[in-house]
Protein backbone atom coordinates (compact mmCIF):
# COMPACT_ATOMS: atom_id res chain seq x y z
CA UNK A 1 0.00 0.00 0.00
CA UNK A 2 1.36 3.35 -1.24
CA UNK A 3 2.44 5.37 1.81
CA UNK A 4 0.64 8.96 2.14
CA UNK A 5 3.84 11.03 1.64
CA UNK A 6 5.00 8.54 -1.53
CA UNK A 7 1.22 10.06 -2.89
CA UNK A 8 2.37 13.36 -2.32
CA UNK A 9 5.73 12.74 -4.06
CA UNK A 10 4.39 11.12 -7.23
CA UNK A 11 1.07 13.83 -7.23
CA UNK A 12 4.87 16.67 -8.02
CA UNK A 13 6.22 14.31 -10.01
CA UNK A 14 3.62 13.72 -12.24
CA UNK A 15 2.81 17.42 -12.47
CA UNK A 16 6.43 18.45 -13.49
CA UNK A 17 6.55 15.07 -15.70
CA UNK A 18 3.39 16.43 -17.24
CA UNK A 19 4.63 20.08 -17.43
CA UNK A 20 2.66 21.61 -15.27
CA UNK A 21 5.88 23.44 -13.80
CA UNK A 22 9.25 23.08 -15.10
CA UNK A 23 12.88 23.80 -14.18
CA UNK A 24 13.29 26.74 -11.73
CA UNK A 25 9.28 26.89 -11.32
CA UNK A 26 8.05 27.27 -7.98
CA UNK A 27 5.78 24.69 -6.91
CA UNK A 28 2.33 25.06 -4.63
CA UNK A 29 3.12 26.02 -0.90
CA UNK A 30 2.63 23.57 1.93
CA UNK A 31 -0.43 25.18 2.93
CA UNK A 32 -1.70 25.04 -0.35
CA UNK A 33 -0.55 21.05 -0.81
CA UNK A 34 -2.15 20.28 2.69
CA UNK A 35 -5.60 22.15 1.41
CA UNK A 36 -5.56 20.13 -2.34
CA UNK A 37 -4.43 16.48 -1.14
CA UNK A 38 -6.19 16.38 2.41
CA UNK A 39 -2.95 15.45 4.04
CA UNK A 40 -1.11 16.70 7.18
CA UNK A 41 1.42 18.93 7.27
CA UNK A 42 4.14 16.28 8.61
CA UNK A 43 3.29 14.23 5.22
CA UNK A 44 3.58 17.46 2.91
CA UNK A 45 6.85 17.96 4.61
CA UNK A 46 8.05 14.78 4.65
CA UNK A 47 7.58 14.34 0.84
CA UNK A 48 9.31 17.32 -0.12
CA UNK A 49 12.26 16.53 1.98
CA UNK A 50 12.58 13.23 0.08
CA UNK A 51 11.71 15.18 -3.24
CA UNK A 52 14.96 17.44 -2.34
CA UNK A 53 17.13 15.15 -1.52
CA UNK A 54 16.31 12.97 -4.42
CA UNK A 55 17.52 15.51 -6.28
CA UNK A 56 13.99 16.81 -7.68
CA UNK A 57 13.56 20.15 -6.30
CA UNK A 58 15.31 22.65 -4.10
CA UNK A 59 14.27 24.52 -0.92
CA UNK A 60 14.84 28.11 -0.76
CA UNK A 61 14.40 29.54 3.32
CA UNK A 62 11.49 31.57 3.21
CA UNK A 63 10.46 31.04 -0.34
CA UNK A 64 9.44 28.16 -0.92
CA UNK A 65 10.12 24.46 -3.15
CA UNK A 66 11.24 24.95 -6.54
CA UNK A 67 11.73 22.15 -9.29
CA UNK A 68 15.31 21.63 -9.45
CA UNK A 69 16.91 22.88 -12.88
CA UNK A 70 18.99 20.11 -13.10
CA UNK A 71 16.89 17.42 -11.14
CA UNK A 72 17.37 14.26 -13.04
CA UNK A 73 21.13 14.19 -12.20
CA UNK A 74 22.21 11.32 -10.66
CA UNK A 75 19.66 9.21 -11.63
CA UNK A 76 18.12 8.74 -15.15
CA UNK A 77 20.67 11.87 -16.35
CA UNK A 78 23.66 9.45 -15.38
CA UNK A 79 22.43 6.55 -17.53
CA UNK A 80 24.60 6.39 -20.98
CA UNK A 81 24.24 4.63 -23.52
CA UNK A 82 26.91 1.73 -24.04
CA UNK A 83 27.26 3.28 -27.66
CA UNK A 84 28.54 6.04 -25.76
CA UNK A 85 30.72 4.48 -23.28
CA UNK A 86 32.58 2.51 -25.90
CA UNK A 87 33.20 5.76 -28.16
CA UNK A 88 34.77 6.96 -25.23
CA UNK A 89 36.97 3.57 -25.24
CA UNK A 90 37.72 4.18 -29.14
CA UNK A 91 35.76 1.26 -29.63
CA UNK A 92 32.89 0.65 -32.17
CA UNK A 93 29.28 -0.61 -31.11
CA UNK A 94 27.26 -3.30 -32.56
CA UNK A 95 24.48 -5.38 -31.30
CA UNK A 96 23.58 -8.86 -32.08
CA UNK A 97 19.15 -9.19 -30.83
CA UNK A 98 18.41 -12.35 -29.78
CA UNK A 99 14.98 -11.43 -27.98
CA UNK A 100 12.60 -9.00 -28.94
CA UNK A 101 8.83 -9.98 -27.96
CA UNK A 102 6.06 -9.04 -25.45
CA UNK A 103 5.92 -11.73 -23.01
CA UNK A 104 4.24 -12.19 -19.65
CA UNK A 105 7.01 -12.50 -17.27
CA UNK A 106 7.49 -14.83 -14.05
CA UNK A 107 6.85 -13.53 -10.38
CA UNK A 108 9.93 -12.27 -9.64
CA UNK A 109 9.97 -9.87 -12.99
CA UNK A 110 6.17 -8.85 -11.89
CA UNK A 111 7.31 -7.92 -8.22
CA UNK A 112 10.07 -5.20 -9.68
CA UNK A 113 7.02 -3.43 -11.18
CA UNK A 114 5.53 -3.25 -8.00
CA UNK A 115 2.52 -5.52 -9.26
CA UNK A 116 0.76 -8.57 -7.75
CA UNK A 117 -1.09 -9.38 -10.60
CA UNK A 118 -0.04 -11.13 -14.25
CA UNK A 119 1.13 -8.15 -16.70
CA UNK A 120 2.25 -8.63 -20.14
CA UNK A 121 5.56 -6.53 -20.92
CA UNK A 122 7.98 -5.56 -23.69
CA UNK A 123 10.97 -8.44 -23.13
CA UNK A 124 14.89 -7.48 -25.10
CA UNK A 125 17.31 -10.05 -24.88
CA UNK A 126 20.56 -7.50 -26.82
CA UNK A 127 24.22 -8.44 -26.48
CA UNK A 128 26.50 -5.58 -27.14
CA UNK A 129 29.77 -5.56 -28.47
CA UNK A 130 32.80 -3.26 -28.83
CA UNK A 131 35.01 -3.23 -31.62
CA UNK A 132 33.23 -7.18 -32.21
CA UNK A 133 33.80 -8.19 -28.83
CA UNK A 134 30.74 -9.12 -26.58
CA UNK A 135 31.36 -6.44 -23.74
CA UNK A 136 27.58 -6.29 -22.05
CA UNK A 137 24.45 -9.29 -22.42
CA UNK A 138 21.43 -6.85 -21.82
CA UNK A 139 18.14 -8.03 -20.19
CA UNK A 140 15.28 -5.61 -20.25
CA UNK A 141 11.88 -6.30 -18.99
CA UNK A 142 9.61 -2.53 -20.43
CA UNK A 143 5.92 -1.42 -19.58
CA UNK A 144 4.31 -0.71 -22.81
CA UNK A 145 2.14 1.99 -21.28
CA UNK A 146 5.91 3.92 -21.23
CA UNK A 147 7.20 2.73 -24.59
CA UNK A 148 4.69 1.71 -26.76
CA UNK A 149 6.47 1.63 -29.81
CA UNK A 150 9.63 -0.61 -28.66
CA UNK A 151 8.49 -3.65 -30.64
CA UNK A 152 9.41 -1.52 -33.90
CA UNK A 153 12.56 -0.40 -33.28
CA UNK A 154 15.78 -1.58 -34.60
CA UNK A 155 18.11 -2.30 -31.67
CA UNK A 156 21.11 -2.85 -34.18
CA UNK A 157 20.86 0.68 -34.80
CA UNK A 158 19.93 2.15 -31.75
CA UNK A 159 20.43 0.94 -28.13
CA UNK A 160 17.40 0.70 -25.64
CA UNK A 161 18.52 3.17 -23.19
CA UNK A 162 18.94 5.43 -26.28
CA UNK A 163 15.32 4.92 -27.22
CA UNK A 164 14.12 4.67 -23.62
CA UNK A 165 15.39 8.15 -22.67
CA UNK A 166 14.22 9.51 -25.88
CA UNK A 167 10.57 8.57 -25.34
CA UNK A 168 9.83 8.53 -21.36
CA UNK A 169 11.04 11.23 -18.85
CA UNK A 170 12.68 8.62 -16.31
CA UNK A 171 13.12 10.43 -13.11
CA UNK A 172 14.51 7.81 -10.93
CA UNK A 173 16.66 4.89 -11.65
CA UNK A 174 17.84 2.18 -8.70
CA UNK A 175 20.89 0.19 -9.17
CA UNK A 176 21.76 -3.02 -7.37
CA UNK A 177 25.55 -4.30 -8.18
CA UNK A 178 27.02 -7.95 -7.75
CA UNK A 179 29.68 -10.54 -8.87
CA UNK A 180 28.07 -13.67 -10.02
CA UNK A 181 29.42 -15.85 -12.43
CA UNK A 182 27.50 -16.65 -15.72
CA UNK A 183 25.19 -20.03 -16.89
CA UNK A 184 26.31 -21.71 -19.60
CA UNK A 185 24.15 -19.67 -21.85
CA UNK A 186 25.38 -16.26 -20.77
CA UNK A 187 28.93 -17.87 -20.56
CA UNK A 188 28.38 -18.87 -24.49
CA UNK A 189 27.47 -15.52 -25.58
CA UNK A 190 30.13 -13.10 -23.94
CA UNK A 191 32.48 -15.49 -25.22
CA UNK A 192 33.53 -16.97 -21.34
CA UNK A 193 34.25 -19.86 -19.24
CA UNK A 194 31.10 -20.86 -16.62
CA UNK A 195 33.92 -19.93 -14.00
CA UNK A 196 34.45 -16.43 -14.73
CA UNK A 197 34.03 -13.69 -12.51
CA UNK A 198 31.49 -11.33 -13.88
CA UNK A 199 29.83 -8.10 -13.08
CA UNK A 200 25.68 -7.94 -12.63
CA UNK A 201 23.77 -4.76 -12.38
CA UNK A 202 19.96 -4.69 -11.69
CA UNK A 203 18.47 -1.93 -12.68
CA UNK A 204 14.93 -0.15 -12.44
CA UNK A 205 13.87 2.85 -13.57
CA UNK A 206 10.87 4.84 -12.84
CA UNK A 207 8.28 7.91 -15.33
CA UNK A 208 6.90 9.69 -12.31
CA UNK A 209 4.96 6.89 -9.96
CA UNK A 210 5.37 4.18 -12.69
CA UNK A 211 8.19 1.82 -12.82
CA UNK A 212 9.16 2.14 -16.47
CA UNK A 213 11.78 -0.70 -17.05
CA UNK A 214 13.55 -3.29 -15.34
CA UNK A 215 17.26 -4.44 -16.70
CA UNK A 216 19.55 -7.00 -15.64
CA UNK A 217 23.25 -6.11 -17.44
CA UNK A 218 25.69 -8.90 -17.63
CA UNK A 219 29.60 -7.90 -17.96
CA UNK A 220 32.74 -9.63 -18.20
CA UNK A 221 35.03 -8.45 -15.06
CA UNK A 222 37.54 -8.13 -17.32
CA UNK A 223 35.74 -5.73 -19.75
CA UNK A 224 34.12 -3.32 -17.59
CA UNK A 225 35.07 -0.84 -15.12
CA UNK A 226 32.04 0.69 -13.20
CA UNK A 227 32.45 4.54 -12.13
CA UNK A 228 30.21 6.44 -9.53
CA UNK A 229 29.44 10.14 -10.49
CA UNK A 230 28.05 12.73 -7.96
CA UNK A 231 25.81 15.53 -8.83
CA UNK A 232 25.99 19.40 -7.10
CA UNK A 233 22.14 18.92 -6.10
CA UNK A 234 22.09 16.17 -3.59
CA UNK A 235 21.22 13.42 -5.79
CA UNK A 236 22.48 9.60 -4.71
CA UNK A 237 25.28 8.19 -6.30
CA UNK A 238 24.45 6.44 -9.55
CA UNK A 239 26.60 4.03 -11.52
CA UNK A 240 27.60 5.01 -15.17
CA UNK A 241 26.33 2.15 -17.47
CA UNK A 242 24.15 0.91 -19.77
Not at 112 to 128: D, N, R
Request: net charge neutral; aromatic share 6%; proline share 5%.
Amino acid sequence: MQTRYGAVKDHILLAVENGAYGAGDQLPSENDLVKTLGVSRMTVIRALRELREEGHIVRRAGKGSFVAGRRMRGHAADIISIREELARRGEVWSALVHVLEASTPGGEVVAEFSESAEITLFHTVILHMGDGRPVELEERWVNPLVAPGMLDQNFKAITTTEYLLAVAPLLRAEHVVRAVKPDSYEAFLLRVSETTPCLEITRRTWTGPRVASFARLLYPGDRYELTAQFSNVGANTAPIGK
